[in-house]
């Protein structure tokens, strides 16, 4: 009876461990331009309560939750484009909204040259949220780079590189990781060193508004499978880009391609910018076999209202919600959301390969 007992006990365990998975969620682009800077200030501190209230549940819903923190923590004076400089409040507001990892390698991160991504960094440590792509020095990126996540007994690695800094270069000894192919694969060596389940590749590239990756990035994307990355994903372009969820050989998916997330929240207005995607990735594992369960995107909007003290305020909203009576929203701006939505949607689905869209 006892080996019975244990035998079904180690079948009971063999069946979780067939069911392992982790859910990891992607989200674009996340600034503060300066109207969202004026039209949210109370004296001292700004009012970014209602920025994502909306989807809140749904980036808490995943274990780990991942955002493009396109703006330096570069004190006073807050500032928004063209050299930005955001209030810890706006880094508090995605913590609370669930995001638990920063990526700061993006060309908008030495806007307050160095002293600003040195603030950036210290002030995320402060906070303890977890971040990469820029570092005090080389020792500091030797100790936290590639960066190891462990979550559910799950190994990931995460990279994060970008094409250029604005023209704007770093002093030493502070580093910003660019997209150099020599110290990528160096980097990727390494990753595998720490045995990750998989590797995650971050990339800030390709051009501005345009919804079509370049050859740059198709080449750049294959360059990276080749060195052993499993998902890649994009960010810069404002706008959404097309998703690839590819096979191996096996017949399983095992490489994701995102080429871009569009924007997360911004107050930019140009055409396919005043919205993005989120992209939820649910990674599997059978014994040593490691995949991508599945692959999903959700459509976001920057919808504009009156806030209490009746200006411009914005808060991220799902594609659905364009269907809803919102009593703070005037028919104009749901007409935009809309067509935001159906435009994208549409894209989306004559462009990806494998990843379908969900709604929350």
Same mark, same amino acid.
């Given at each position: 009876? %006892?080996?019975?007992?244990? @035998?079904?006990?180690?079948?009971?365990?063999?069946?979780?461990?067939? !069911?392992?998975?982790?859910?990891?969620?992607?989200?674009?682009?996340?600034?503060?331009?300066?109207?969202?800077?004026?039209?949210?200030?109370? @004296?001292?501190?700004?009012?970014?309560? &209602?920025?994502?209230?909306?989807?809140?549940?749904?980036?808490?819903?995943?274990?780990?939750?991942?955002?493009?923190?396109?703006?330096?923590? @570069?004190?006073?004076?807050?500032? @928004?484009? *063209?050299?930005?400089?955001?209030?810890?409040?706006?880094?508090?507001?995605?913590?609370?909204?669930?995001?638990?990892?920063?990526?700061?390698?993006?060309?908008?991160?030495?806007?307050?040259?160095?002293?600003?991504?040195?603030?950036?960094?210290?002030?995320?440590?402060?906070?303890?949220?977890?971040?990469?792509?820029?570092?005090? =020095?080389?020792?500091?990126?030797?100790?936290?780079?590639?960066?190891?996540?462990?979550?559910?007994?799950?190994?990931?690695?995460?990279?994060?590189?970008?094409?250029?800094?604005?023209?704007?270069?770093?002093?030493?000894?502070?580093?910003?990781?660019?997209?150099?192919?020599?110290? #990528?694969?160096?980097?990727?060596?390494?990753? %595998?060193?720490?045995?990750?389940?998989?590797?995650?590749?971050?990339?800030?590239?390709?051009?501005?508004?345009?919804? #079509? *990756?370049?050859? $740059?990035?198709?080449?750049?994307?294959?360059?990276? #499978? !080749?060195?052993?990355?499993?998902?890649?994903?994009?960010?810069?372009?404002? +706008?959404?880009?097309?998703?690839?969820?590819?096979?191996? %050989?096996?017949?399983?998916?095992?490489?994701?391609?995102?080429?871009?997330?569009?924007?997360?929240?911004?107050? #930019?207005?140009?055409?396919?910018?005043? &919205?993005?995607?989120?992209?939820?990735? +649910?990674?599997?594992?059978?014994?040593?076999? $490691?995949?991508?369960?599945?692959?999903?995107?959700?459509?976001?909007?920057?919808? $504009?209202?009156?806030?209490?003290? &009746?200006?411009?305020?914005?808060?991220?909203?799902?594609?659905?919600?364009?269907?809803? %009576?919102?009593?703070?929203?005037?028919?104009?701006? =749901?007409?935009?959301?809309?067509?935001?939505?159906?435009?994208?949607?549409?894209?989306?689905?004559?462009?990806?390969?494998?990843?379908?869209?969900?709604?929350?």
């Amino acid at each position: 009876m %006892k080996i019975l007992l244990s @035998g079904f006990c180690l079948l009971s365990i063999l069946s979780l461990s067939a !069911q392992d998975s982790l859910t990891i969620l992607f989200a674009g682009d996340a600034m503060m331009h300066q109207r969202q800077l004026d039209n949210t200030r109370r @004296g001292d501190s700004f009012d970014l309560s &209602g920025y994502f209230a909306d989807i809140e549940k749904e980036v808490n819903a995943a274990d780990i939750a991942v955002v493009n923190f396109e703006v330096p923590l @570069g004190g006073k004076p807050y500032s @928004g484009y *063209p050299a930005f400089s955001a209030p810890e409040d706006f880094a508090l507001a995605l913590q609370k909204a669930g995001f638990d990892f920063f990526l700061l390698a993006n060309n908008h991160c030495l806007d307050r040259r160095t002293r600003g991504l040195v603030r950036t960094i210290q002030t995320l440590d402060s906070l303890e949220i977890r971040h990469t792509g820029t570092f005090l =020095d080389r020792d500091h990126r030797c100790r936290t780079y590639p960066m190891l996540l462990r979550k559910k007994d799950f190994r990931i690695i995460m990279l994060n590189y970008t094409y250029d800094t604005n023209g704007l270069k770093v002093d030493t000894p502070r580093i910003v990781n660019y997209i150099d192919k020599e110290i #990528m694969k160096a980097d990727i060596a390494e990753a %595998k060193l720490f045995n990750p389940d998989f590797i995650i590749a971050n990339m800030h590239w390709g051009v501005e508004y345009e919804q #079509m *990756p370049s050859r $740059r990035q198709r080449e750049l994307a294959a360059w990276l #499978m !080749q060195q052993g990355v499993d998902l890649i994903i994009g960010c810069h372009p404002h +706008v959404v880009q097309p998703m690839e969820l590819r096979r191996g %050989k096996d017949g399983t998916s095992d490489h994701l391609v995102v080429y871009s997330l569009g924007n997360f929240i911004s107050n #930019m207005s140009r055409e396919h910018t005043d &919205g993005g995607a989120m992209v939820k990735v +649910v990674l599997g594992r059978k014994g040593l076999h $490691r995949y991508i369960a599945s692959a999903q995107y959700s459509l976001i909007y920057s919808s $504009r209202y009156k806030n209490k003290q &009746g200006k411009e305020d914005i808060r991220v909203v799902p594609a659905t919600f364009g269907s809803e %009576k919102n009593q703070n929203s005037s028919f104009s701006v =749901d007409s935009v959301l809309i067509k935001y939505v159906n435009k994208t949607r549409l894209f989306l689905k004559d462009n990806n390969k494998g990843v379908e869209e969900y709604v929350f």
